[in-house]
């Protein structure tokens, strides 16, 4: 089960449609917009609804119907309960839409900057259902969110109305999936509205992950070069201090911030040990021997490097290549269900660490569950990525099916986004790879032109 994602106009983005898989590169020459894409695409993965908006718009419907629930209830008309209750998660759905909306219209325009950046429209859909939704700017310039969502339906197994509470266990399906529905200890319309959004809600949205607006996984991560991190929170630090940034971790799209939520992660020392033991390759061909976490203050700690020559040198002063890739799989190996968005995986890298970095976060991503959507126009990364799937996928057939490579194309009118096809015998990365082709042509004019060069001084010198 995976995503399907159209964009429509953003910023030289004339049109996308694609399949947002565990592993997904997009791939693209300068100024076609993959930042833009990437940067939109973790900004739907990590927004967060604002509950105060979605309690102001929803509470005022339930309490008639907290009132019919418990009556159907006592009188043992499951039947009736189950009616009820596929009303309240309609609602609920529907209050989603305006608890969404301002945040992540807020979002858009702070990460993506000039308005004419902004998306004109979004469709995220589950490809096996017709769960999902879509966003679009008016005429006005206006956000208008709608969730897609259709056939809710409840069915009950079992309730119970005793010492003024109900319970209520059963099943609850939407959209062609269900998932087993258990409420306890329900004294009013308010507890009714906090089971079912704790429970329901999430379920709901985890099936359009990684663009599940918060609800998916542990964790979203977007790695970028530290000096674009810094350009692009400029207007946020002007608004509000570093410390009141930080604690809103997901605005700040920058390597600044995702060190910040990583050294405070409680996990983060099983992280070190896990990239200390299986990205052996990776770090040895950075230049790390070691690496372990010192105590900079309670609650915050330093990733420390050994370097080759047992040098231990803290993150902040390391070479730009560790400092900028030592990120990733650090974000990635910090817990299960994590979705990371890279901008140029391959920046400030020799490409043989490129490589054993791909290696390394293929193999993490599959096993663990998680997301890896990075850019890059780089010919060797798409190479690389081409090795790691074939390898795989002689060990696990199908492996190619987690993997999705989109081409961004400029054309005379806009950037169109192309998918190309991924099977077992991996994919065509001669897009790029034409540039190779490109310069050793040009190689074979300019040593002609040395050779006649030479015959014309030889005949002059005659």
């Known amino acids: 089960m995976f995503v399907k994602l159209s964009i429509r106009n953003l910023g030289p983005i004339e049109n996308i ?33 604002d509950f105060s908006k979605w309690f102001e718009t929803t509470y005022r419907d339930i309490e008639s119907l907290y009132e019919d629930l418990t009556t159907s209830v006592k009188e043992e008309a499951n039947n009736r309960v189950a009616q009820i209750l596929a009303k ?11 608890a969404i909306k301002e945040p992540l219209r807020q979002r858009l325009e702070t990460l993506l900057g000039a308005p004419d950046l902004v998306p004109r429209e979004i469709l995220v859909l589950d490809t096996e259902t017709d769960l999902g939704y879509k966003m679009r700017y008016n005429e006005e310039k206006e956000l208008e969110f709608r969730f897609v969502c259709h056939d809710v339906n409840v069915t009950i197994e079992r309730a119970l109305y005793h010492n003024d509470s109900l319970s209520i266990i059963g ?16 004294r009013s319309a308010r507890d009714v509205s906090i089971s079912l959004a704790g429970y329901v809600l999430p379920r709901i949205l985890a099936s359009l992950a990684p663009l599940s607006l918060g609800a ?54 099983k992280a070190v040990e896990h ?11 950075i230049g790390i021997r070691d690496i372990f976490l010192e105590e900079i203050t309670p609650g915050f700690y330093k990733p420390v490097i050994v ?50 970095l791909i290696k390394y976060l293929v193999k993490e991503v599959i096993e663990r569950y998680s997301f890896l959507v990075f850019t890059t126009h780089n010919p060797i990364t798409l190479s690389s990525l081409n090795n790691v799937l074939l390898e795989l996928e002689r060990k696990k057939p199908l492996i190619h099916e987690l993997f999705t490579v989109l081409y961004l194309v400029d054309e005379e009118h806009g950037v169109r986004g192309v998918e190309v096809p ?11 790879g034409k540039i190779y082709e490109e310069l050793l042509e040009e190689r074979a004019r300019l040593e002609k032109e040395l050779e006649k060069g030479a015959l014309h001084e030889s005949k002059d010198s005659q």
């Open 307 to 356: 370097d080759r020559w047992g040098k231990k040198i803290g993150i902040e002063y390391v070479s730009s290549g560790i400092r900028e890739s030592i990120l990733v799989p650090l974000a990635l190996t910090v817990a299960e269900g994590v979705a990371v968005f890279v901008e140029e995986i391959e920046a400030h890298l020799h490409p043989r660490a490129l490589h054993k």
């Open 216 to 269: 998916w996984g542990n964790l979203q991560y977007f790695a970028c070069d530290a000096r674009a991190g810094v350009l692009r929170m400029l207007p946020l630090a002007i608004q509000s201090t570093l410390l009141a940034s930080y604690t809103q971790k997901a605005y700040m799209p920058a390597v600044v911030s995702e060190f910040l939520s990583i050294l405070t992660n409680k996990d983060l020392n």
């Open 422 to 432: 991924v099977s077992e015998d991996g994919f065509d990365e001669s897009a790029l």
């Open 275 to 285: 990239v200390r033991n299986s990205a052996k390759e990776f770090l040895n061909e």
């Open 171 to 186: 099943e609850v399906t939407w959209c062609k999936s269900s998932e087993h529905l258990e409420l306890r200890g329900i």
């Open 88 to 98: 309240y998660t309609k609602n609920l759905i529907q209050g989603l839409e305006l």
């Open 17 to 49: 449609e694609t399949i947002v898989k565990p592993i997904t590169c997009v791939v693209g020459k300068n100024a076609v917009g993959k930042s833009l894409l990437l940067m939109t695409m973790y900004t739907l993965a990590s927004t967060l609804p």
